[in-house]
């Protein structure tokens, strides 16, 4: 998380990919660090556990929003 809310203090988007039993935490990580609207993409925790088809299959339809908070610049999240 910090790394990513210094990239995004040096004006370089990040995209932080977070499972969802860590999502809070990593929300309120990215508060603590003066970053609250940090961008993160919140994938289901069991990714690990399938094949790399089934994990593209889920990720897929996200590819526009990682694309759009990619090629945004900090001030417009």
Known sequence: ????????????PSLTF???PFEQAARTHARLYGMGALPL???P???L????EAVA???TPMID???DQLCATAGDR
Not at 2 to 12: K, M
Request: proline content about 0%; hydrophobic content about 45%; cysteine-free.
């Open 1 to 12: 998380m910090l790394d990513a809310v210094h990239l995004e203090q040096q004006g370089t």
């Open 18 to 20: 977070v499972t969802e």
């Open 41 to 43: 993409v919140i994938v």
């Open 45 to 47: 925790s069991d990714y």
């Open 49 to 52: 556990d399938r094949s790399d």
């Open 57 to 59: 299959a889920k990720l």
């Open 65 to 67: 929003v990682i694309i």
